[in-house]
C-alpha cells in the first residue's frame, strides 16, 4: 500500500549519534535483505534510508518483490536471504501473511528473520500469528522512522547471525557424532585412516585435500623404517597410499608434517593446517589443503572431532593387534588358519573361474625337527613360507597346520609341476641346507563347494590321498572322491553294528595233504553277511574294518571263535589244526600274544593246533615287533604260516629270522601251474620250503592238472573250490564226517 506523505519525512531520517553502533569498515561479503512492497516508493525509500549501512562487517544487498507470488519465489530461489522486510497487505490483505506461511512451513526456513510492515495503522496481525511464525517485528511504516529501521535491521541480522552460529555448531556436532559412529567400525587401518578424512571432509569443506601420515614401521607389512608414510588420502591420487610422504612432491608439507610430529601440537595457517593425532603410543599427523580459511566454530569443532579421532586411532592399533593374533601365524606371519577359511570362502563365493586351492604337506619335517631340534625346524617352515611367495604376486598364502601351508591363485599358476619345483633346492635353515619335498591336495573352483569350511575339508581329503600315493605326491579333489568317502563312512558304520548284532561269521575252508588225500585242517575265513542276506566281499570289508580300527575287536573275535571250534573238534577230530589270519593292527597291542595264550588256555586247547597266518605286506611296516611276537606265540608252541609268499616286496632276509612252521604258495601262482613255463615260481618256493624244513600249501587249486603238477613239484598240502569251498562250521563238521 501507498505510504501517507507525511510520515516520509520521519522514515528518512536518523539521529547520527547512534550511528557508531552499526556502521564499520565492511568486507566484500554482504547480507542479503528481500523488500517486499506493492509500493515502488517504499523500496525506494527503505534503500535509500538503510544505504551505506555495515552490519557485523557486511553491507547490505538488496532483492525487491512487488508481490506476495513474486516474493515467495525469489526465496525459493534464493538461499542466502537473510531478512525480509513485508508488508502486510498487498494484492490481497493477507499476503503478507501467506508469504510468512510460505517461509516457515512450506520451504521450512527457520533461520530467516521476517519483519511485517503495513500503511495501515488500524491493520493488525493476531498475536498468535506473530509468535506462530517467528516474526522478529511489527511496525506500521508510520512507525518505522531510518533510526528506528536501522536498529530492527541490525537487531534481526544478528539474531540470524546467532541462529546460523547454533545451526553450524549444531550441524558440526551431529556430523562429529555420526561420524564417530562410522569410525567405530574402521577395524583397519587403512579403512580407519581413509573415514577420518572424509569425516574430515564434510566438518570442513568438500574442497579440502589431505592426507593421513604415520611413521612406516610396525604399521605397513614390510616396511620397517621411520620415514612417514601416507595411510589415506582425499584430493591427491590413490597411487600415494602406502607411499613416502615425499611422494607429494611437496617440501613445504614435508616440513609441516615433521614438524607438527616432533613438536607434538597442531599447526594452523591460512592455507593448511597440521592437525597431530595421539593416543598412548601411537601418533600420526593429518595434513590439510584448505580453500578457504578455517571460521572459529570451525575451529572448535575441529578440537572435539580430533579428541574422537586420537582414542579411535588407539582403538584401530589394538584391534590390529587382536586380528592378527587371531588371524596370522607368528612364526611366518602368513594368515593362519581361520584367515586362511575366511580367503577359502571368497575363493568359494567369487565369480572367478580357473582358480585352485591347494594345501601343502611337507614330508618327514617331525623328523627334521627331532633331529636338529625345534629352532632350526622353525627356520625352515619361514623360509618354506618365504619361498611360496616367489610363485606369483595373485596368489594367497596361509601357514594352515605345523608343517601344512594352503594356497589360492590362478589355475594355470597353482600346478603340481609349479608346487613341486619349489621344492627343488634345498632350504636354508640356520647352517643347514636341507633337501625337502611336499605332498599337494588340490582343488579347482570347478569343483569347490560354497563354504571355506567345505573346500578346507575337500583339499585335505585331495591332500590325504597325495600322501598315500607313492607314485604321484598330488591329487585333485573330484566329486567321486567324496561319494567314496560317504559309502566307506556308511559301510564302516554298517560293519559295526553288524559286528555288535552277530552278524559276522568264520567260516572254514579245508586243507589236506597230497599225499594222503585227508584233510588236515581249515583256514578261517571271515564272512559278512548283511540283513538283507546278502555277503560284502572280505576284499571289500577287512580294509574298512582295519581302516576304522575295528580290525582289531574282529581279530579277537575271530582267534576266540577258531579256539571254540578247535575245541568243538577236539572230540572227533582232534588231528586237524584251524589257521587263522592275523593284521599288522593287531600285532601292534601290547597284549596281543598275551591275550592268544589266554585264549588258548582258556578253551583248553593244544597250541599247536591253532596256526597264525600272516602275510609278507604285514613285514613292510615294522618287521621287528612281527618277528618279536611271533618268536613268543611260537615258544608257546603256536604254529606259524607265511601267507601270499612271493607276491609282496620283503627282503629274504626276514625269511630267516621268521619262526614259520609252513610257507603258503598264492594262487597268483597256480593258475597257470600246468602250462608250460609257468610252474618256476610255484616250484622255487616249493624247494625253498624244502630247504628251510617247512611245509609247504598251496592255495587255489581248482582243477585236476593243477594238483597233478603240484605233486611232481612235491608240493605237501593243498586247498581250493577242487576240493571244498569254504563252508559254516555246521557244514564243515558234516563234510569231514562224510570224509571220515
Same mark, same amino acid.
Given at each position: 500500500?501507498?505510504?501517507?506523505?507525511?510520515?516520509?519525512?520521519?522514515?528518512?531520517?536518523?539521529?547520527?549519534?547512534?550511528?557508531?553502533?552499526?556502521?564499520?569498515?565492511?568486507?566484500?561479503?554482504?547480507?542479503?535483505?528481500?523488500?517486499?512492497?506493492?509500493?515502488?516508493?517504499?523500496?525506494?525509500?527503505?534503500?535509500?534510508?538503510?544505504?551505506?549501512?555495515?552490519?557485523?562487517?557486511?553491507?547490505?544487498?538488496?532483492?525487491?518483490?512487488?508481490?506476495?507470488?513474486?516474493?515467495?519465489?525469489?526465496?525459493?530461489?534464493?538461499?542466502?536471504?537473510?531478512?525480509?522486510?513485508?508488508?502486510?497487505?498487498?494484492?490481497?490483505?493477507?499476503?503478507?501473511?501467506?508469504?510468512?506461511?510460505?517461509?516457515?512451513?512450506?520451504?521450512?526456513?527457520?533461520?530467516?528473520?521476517?519483519?511485517?510492515?503495513?500503511?495501515?495503522?488500524?491493520?493488525?496481525?493476531?498475536?498468535?500469528?506473530?509468535?506462530?511464525?517467528?516474526?522478529?517485528?511489527?511496525?506500521?511504516?508510520?512507525?518505522?522512522?531510518?533510526?528506528?529501521?536501522?536498529?530492527?535491521?541490525?537487531?534481526?541480522?544478528?539474531?540470524?547471525?546467532?541462529?546460523?552460529?547454533?545451526?553450524?555448531?549444531?550441524?558440526?556436532?551431529?556430523?562429529?557424532?555420526?561420524?564417530?559412529?562410522?569410525?567405530?567400525?574402521?577395524?583397519?587401518?587403512?579403512?580407519?585412516?581413509?573415514?577420518?578424512?572424509?569425516?574430515?571432509?564434510?566438518?570442513?569443506?568438500?574442497?579440502?585435500?589431505?592426507?593421513?601420515?604415520?611413521?612406516?614401521?610396525?604399521?605397513?607389512?614390510?616396511?620397517?623404517?621411520?620415514?612417514?608414510?601416507?595411510?589415506?588420502?582425499?584430493?591427491?591420487?590413490?597411487?600415494?597410499?602406502?607411499?613416502?610422504?615425499?611422494?607429494?612432491?611437496?617440501?613445504?608439507?614435508?616440513?609441516?608434517?615433521?614438524?607438527?610430529?616432533?613438536?607434538?601440537?597442531?599447526?594452523?595457517?591460512?592455507?593448511?593446517?597440521?592437525?597431530?593425532?595421539?593416543?598412548?603410543?601411537?601418533?600420526?599427523?593429518?595434513?590439510?589443503?584448505?580453500?578457504?580459511?578455517?571460521?572459529?566454530?570451525?575451529?572448535?569443532?575441529?578440537?572435539?572431532?580430533?579428541?574422537?579421532?586420537?582414542?579411535?586411532?588407539?582403538?584401530?592399533?589394538?584391534?590390529?593387534?587382536?586380528?592378527?593374533?587371531?588371524?596370522?601365524?607368528?612364526?611366518?606371519?602368513?594368515?593362519?588358519?581361520?584367515?586362511?577359511?575366511?580367503?577359502?570362502?571368497?575363493?568359494?563365493?567369487?565369480?572367478?573361474?580357473?582358480?585352485?586351492?591347494?594345501?601343502?604337506?611337507?614330508?618327514?619335517?617331525?623328523?627334521?625337527?627331532?633331529?636338529?631340534?625345534?629352532?632350526?625346524?622353525?627356520?625352515?617352515?619361514?623360509?618354506?613360507?618365504?619361498?611360496?611367495?616367489?610363485?606369483?604376486?595373485?596368489?594367497?598364502?596361509?601357514?594352515?597346520?605345523?608343517?601344512?601351508?594352503?594356497?589360492?591363485?590362478?589355475?594355470?599358476?597353482?600346478?603340481?609341476?609349479?608346487?613341486?619345483?619349489?621344492?627343488?633346492?634345498?632350504?636354508?635353515?640356520?647352517?643347514?641346507?636341507?633337501?625337502?619335498?611336499?605332498?599337494?591336495?588340490?582343488?579347482?573352483?570347478?569343483?569347490?563347494?560354497?563354504? !571355506?569350511?567345505? &573346500?578346507? =575339508? +575337500?583339499?585335505?581329503?585331495? @591332500?590325504? #590321498?597325495?600322501? /598315500?600315493?607313492?607314485? %604321484?605326491?598330488?591329487?585333485?579333489?573330484?566329486?567321486?572322491?567324496?561319494?567314496?568317502?560317504?559309502?566307506?563312512?556308511?559301510?564302516?558304520?554298517?560293519?559295526?553294528?553288524?559286528?555288535?548284532?552277530?552278524?559276522?561269521?568264520?567260516?572254514?575252508?579245508?586243507?589236506?595233504?597230497?599225499?594222503?588225500?585227508?584233510?588236515?585242517?581249515?583256514?578261517?575265513?571271515?564272512?559278512?553277511?548283511?540283513?538283507?542276506?546278502?555277503?560284502?566281499?572280505?576284499?571289500?570289508?577287512?580294509?574298512?574294518?582295519?581302516?576304522?580300527?575295528?580290525?582289531?575287536?574282529? !581279530?579277537?573275535? &575271530?582267534? =576266540? +571263535?577258531?579256539?571254540?571250534? @578247535?575245541? #568243538?573238534?577236539? /572230540?572227533?577230530?582232534? %588231528?586237524?589244526?584251524?589257521?587263522?589270519?592275523?593284521?599288522?593292527?593287531?600285532?601292534?597291542?601290547?597284549?596281543?600274544?598275551?591275550?592268544?595264550?589266554?585264549?588258548?588256555?582258556?578253551?583248553?586247547?593244544?597250541?599247536?593246533?591253532?596256526?597264525?597266518?600272516?602275510?609278507?605286506?604285514?613285514?613292510?611296516?615294522?618287521?621287528?615287533?612281527?618277528?618279536?611276537?611271533?618268536?613268543?606265540?611260537?615258544?608257546?608252541?603256536?604254529?606259524?604260516?607265511?601267507?601270499?609268499?612271493?607276491?609282496?616286496?620283503?627282503?629274504?632276509?626276514?625269511?630267516?629270522?621268521?619262526?614259520?612252521?609252513?610257507?603258503?604258495?598264492?594262487?597268483?601262482?597256480?593258475?597257470?601251474?600246468?602250462?608250460?613255463?609257468?610252474?618256476?615260481?610255484?616250484?622255487?618256493?616249493?624247494?625253498?620250503?624244502?630247504?628251510?624244513?617247512?611245509?609247504?600249501?598251496?592255495?587255489?587249486?581248482?582243477?585236476?592238472?593243477?594238483?597233478?603238477?603240484?605233486?611232481?613239484?612235491?608240493?605237501?598240502?593243498?586247498?581250493?573250490?577242487?576240493?571244498?569251498?569254504?563252508?559254516?562250521?555246521?557244514?564243515?563238521?558234516?563234510?569231514?564226517?562224510?570224509?571220515?
Amino acid at each position: 500500500m501507498q505510504a501517507s506523505e507525511n510520515s516520509n519525512d520521519d522514515f528518512l531520517f536518523i539521529d547520527d549519534s547512534d550511528e557508531d553502533e552499526v556502521l564499520a569498515f565492511g568486507s566484500d561479503k554482504t547480507w542479503q535483505v528481500l523488500i517486499v512492497d506493492d509500493d515502488p516508493e517504499i523500496h525506494s525509500v527503505t534503500q535509500l534510508a538503510l544505504s551505506d549501512l555495515i552490519v557485523l562487517g557486511r553491507r547490505l544487498e538488496y532483492l525487491h518483490a512487488y508481490s506476495g507470488k513474486d516474493a515467495c519465489q525469489i526465496i525459493e530461489d534464493n538461499d542466502d536471504i537473510v531478512l525480509v522486510l513485508l508488508d502486510v497487505v498487498m494484492e490481497t490483505d493477507d499476503a503478507g501473511l501467506n508469504v510468512v506461511k510460505h517461509i516457515r512451513e512450506t520451504l521450512e526456513r527457520k533461520d530467516i528473520r521476517i519483519v511485517l510492515r503495513t500503511g495501515q495503522p488500524g491493520y493488525a496481525p493476531e498475536e498468535s500469528v506473530i509468535k506462530e511464525y517467528d516474526i522478529n517485528d511489527y511496525k506500521t511504516k508510520t512507525e518505522l522512522t531510518r533510526r528506528k529501521l536501522v536498529t530492527t535491521v541490525f537487531a534481526a541480522i544478528r539474531s540470524f547471525q546467532q541462529i546460523a552460529t547454533v545451526n553450524e555448531s549444531r550441524l558440526g556436532l551431529e556430523t562429529i557424532v555420526s561420524g564417530a559412529t562410522e569410525l567405530s567400525s574402521k577395524h583397519s587401518l587403512s579403512n580407519y585412516s581413509n573415514g577420518v578424512l572424509l569425516q574430515l571432509k564434510a566438518l570442513i569443506s568438500n574442497d579440502i585435500s589431505a592426507v593421513f601420515c604415520a611413521r612406516g614401521q610396525g604399521i605397513i607389512d614390510n616396511i620397517d623404517d621411520l620415514s612417514f608414510y601416507i595411510l589415506a588420502q582425499v584430493g591427491f591420487e590413490d597411487s600415494i597410499i602406502n607411499q613416502k610422504l615425499n611422494k607429494l612432491y611437496n617440501e613445504e608439507a614435508n616440513k609441516q608434517v615433521k614438524a607438527c610430529f616432533f613438536q607434538q601440537k597442531h599447526s594452523f595457517t591460512d592455507e593448511s593446517i597440521n592437525l597431530y593425532v595421539a593416543k598412548g603410543d601411537h601418533r600420526a599427523v593429518i595434513h590439510i589443503l584448505l580453500p578457504s580459511p578455517l571460521t572459529e566454530i570451525q575451529t572448535q569443532l575441529l578440537n572435539v572431532f580430533l579428541t574422537g579421532v586420537a582414542v579411535g586411532y588407539e582403538n584401530v592399533h589394538l584391534f590390529q593387534k587382536l586380528t592378527n593374533a587371531a588371524y596370522k601365524d607368528w612364526l611366518t606371519n602368513l594368515p593362519n588358519r581361520l584367515e586362511f577359511v575366511r580367503l577359502l570362502n571368497c575363493f568359494a563365493q567369487s565369480d572367478k573361474q580357473n582358480q585352485v586351492a591347494a594345501l601343502i604337506d611337507i614330508n618327514h619335517f617331525s623328523d627334521i625337527n627331532d633331529a636338529l631340534g625345534q629352532d632350526i625346524g622353525n627356520q625352515l617352515l619361514t623360509a618354506v613360507g618365504q619361498r611360496l611367495q616367489r610363485i606369483n604376486n595373485n596368489c594367497q598364502f596361509a601357514r594352515v597346520g605345523a608343517d601344512v601351508f594352503g594356497i589360492i591363485g590362478p589355475e594355470d599358476c597353482i600346478t603340481p609341476d609349479n608346487l613341486m619345483a619349489l621344492f627343488h633346492q634345498p632350504f636354508a635353515a640356520g647352517e643347514q641346507h636341507l633337501p625337502i619335498n611336499a605332498c599337494f591336495g588340490l582343488c579347482t573352483k570347478e569343483h569347490a563347494q560354497s563354504s !571355506g569350511v567345505q &573346500v578346507l =575339508n +575337500q583339499i585335505n581329503i585331495a @591332500l590325504n #590321498i597325495a600322501k /598315500k600315493n607313492r607314485l %604321484e605326491h598330488f591329487a585333485y579333489y573330484h566329486s567321486d572322491i567324496e561319494d567314496q568317502m560317504q559309502w566307506r563312512l556308511n559301510m564302516i558304520r554298517q560293519l559295526r553294528n553288524d559286528f555288535s548284532d552277530n552278524c559276522l561269521e568264520l567260516w572254514y575252508q579245508p586243507q589236506l595233504s597230497l599225499s594222503s588225500g585227508k584233510v588236515i585242517g581249515a583256514e578261517a575265513l571271515l564272512r559278512w553277511r548283511t540283513a538283507d542276506g546278502k555277503f560284502v566281499s572280505p576284499a571289500v570289508f577287512i580294509p574298512l574294518a582295519e581302516y576304522s580300527g575295528l580290525i582289531i575287536e574282529i !581279530g579277537d573275535w &575271530v582267534i =576266540n +571263535q577258531a579256539c571254540k571250534q @578247535l575245541q #568243538i573238534l577236539e /572230540k572227533g577230530f582232534s %588231528e586237524l589244526s584251524i589257521s587263522v589270519n592275523v593284521s599288522i593292527p593287531q600285532f601292534r597291542q601290547e597284549n596281543f600274544v598275551t591275550n592268544i595264550i589266554e585264549c588258548i588256555k582258556k578253551h583248553h586247547i593244544k597250541p599247536d593246533k591253532l596256526e597264525l597266518e600272516i602275510t609278507e605286506s604285514i613285514l613292510m611296516d615294522e618287521p621287528q615287533i612281527i618277528i618279536d611276537a611271533l618268536t613268543k606265540l611260537k615258544t608257546q608252541g603256536i604254529s606259524i604260516a607265511l601267507d601270499d609268499f612271493g607276491t609282496g616286496f620283503s627282503s629274504l632276509s626276514y625269511l630267516q629270522k621268521l619262526p614259520l612252521d609252513r610257507l603258503k604258495v598264492d594262487r597268483a601262482f597256480v593258475t597257470d601251474i600246468n602250462k608250460e613255463g609257468q610252474s618256476i615260481i610255484a616250484e622255487t618256493i616249493i624247494n625253498l620250503g624244502k630247504k628251510m624244513n617247512l611245509k609247504v600249501i598251496a592255495e587255489g587249486i581248482e582243477e585236476i592238472e593243477q594238483q597233478d603238477r603240484l605233486v611232481e613239484l612235491g608240493c605237501d598240502e593243498v586247498q581250493g573250490f577242487y576240493y571244498a569251498k569254504p563252508m559254516p562250521a555246521e557244514d564243515f563238521i558234516s563234510f569231514l564226517n562224510q570224509q571220515s
